[in-house]
């Protein structure tokens, strides 16, 4: 492509020659990654079970490429990378959900960071299946410390309690999402509240996945 017709297109679709990770300007594959951030990408073929869950998938491994991604869809408002996560979730046809839930963050840090990343992703799978987003199920009544220093018991006792799902979930068949699962301590509690509530069925997936050693 000569200069001036790339240097058009990117004004008009700047994220569509950059690299969605790096952001570098760069020759980008169908996916839209350049070669570097390409080769650090790997998805998640057999995610682990999540406890109070009927199923869990996940997209990709979280690595050191995926990770700068997800901090720039947290904190750095990159919208556009919810559905470059989106496209590499993969649901087993199995799965039947009339609502998709994105895991709530609480009022406070909500009002603080100006929007939930998992809600990005909940409207992105939205868009792609057409299931409804219906966020109101449930909500974080308790606003917990971060729970990056907690090893997995520390965890679940951390969570216990802090979410509370809406009677209106009763036998309803949901999917929950999140962006990173870690220990899988988050999406358990949502899917233990909800269950808790009457829910038929509760799937749950997540953008990444953290490989574990064991
Ligand atoms: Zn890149």
């Not at 994220?15 to 570097?36: D, P, T």
């Not at 609502?99 to 406070?108: E, F, G, M, S, T």
């Not at 999917?175 to 999406?187: H, K, N, Q, S």
Request: charged share 25%; with cysteine.
């Amino acid at each position: 492509m000569n200069g001036l017709l790339e240097a058009f297109l990117s004004l008009l679709y700047p994220e569509n020659v950059a690299c969605c990770i790096c952001g570098e300007e760069a020759c980008v594959n169908e996916e839209r990654l350049c070669a570097s951030c390409a080769a650090g990408i790997r998805r998640c073929t057999l995610p682990p079970a999540l406890r109070f869950a009927d199923g869990f998938a996940a997209g990709l491994i979280y690595s050191e490429e995926t990770a700068i991604a997800v901090h720039r869809l947290k904190y750095g408002n990159a919208r556009y990378l919810a559905p470059f996560f989106i496209s590499f979730l993969e649901l087993p046809a199995d799965w039947t959900f009339e609502a998709i839930i994105p895991v709530p963050l609480h009022k406070r840090r909500l009002r603080r960071r100006g929007y939930n990343q998992s809600a990005l992703l909940a409207e992105a799978l939205s868009e792609r299946i057409g299931v409804p987003v219906r966020e109101e199920l449930i909500r974080r009544t308790r606003n917990t410390k971060t729970q990056t220093s907690l090893n997995a018991r520390r965890r679940a006792r951390n969570l216990r309690g802090a979410f509370a799902a809406s009677p209106e979930a009763k036998g309803m068949r949901l999917l929950l999402i999140d962006d990173v699962r870690t220990t899988g301590a988050t999406l358990s509690e949502c899917a233990r509240a909800l269950r808790e509530a009457g829910a038929a069925a509760v799937y749950a997936c997540a953008a990444c996945e953290r490989e574990r050693s064991d």
